[in-house]
Nanobody, 118 residues
């Protein structure tokens, strides 16, 4: 059974930083593409950043230059370093694992709340 557990969320002032972690089990992490998504109140869930099994990264325009996604295959963990946070970044952040062989299957964590105060 696949499990994703996010951590690292919290309350931070505008301009501050947070580092989210997502620990993954039950899947061969090294060949699994990963992503961070977020959902703000009243809005649809949106992709924030993705990282392929080979380390290729992509970001939504609004976080480019501020957020960095990375992975540690030895720890089965993906990270999201978030700098220069602003109130618009307030959301529940979710970690997603894409099944390495079946594109229609993905797995989600329970989410972690990030709140940025002005």
């Amino acid at each position: 059974q696949v499990h994703l557990v996010e951590s690292g969320g919290g309350l931070v002032q505008a301009g501050g930083s947070l580092r989210l972690s997502c620990a993954v089990s039950g899947i061969t992490f090294s060949i699994t593409a990963m992503g961070w998504y977020r959902q703000a109140p009243g809005k649809q869930r949106e992709v924030v950043a993705t990282i392929s099994s080979g380390g290729t990264t992509n970001y939504v325009d609004s976080v480019k230059g501020r957020f960095t996604i990375s992975r540690d295959n030895a720890k089965n963990t993906v990270y999201l370093q978030m700098n220069s946070l602003n109130p618009e970044d307030t959301a529940v952040y979710y970690c997603k694992a894409q099944h390495p062989y079946i594109p229609a299957i993905s797995y989600w964590g329970q989410g972690t709340q990030v709140t940025v105060s002005s």
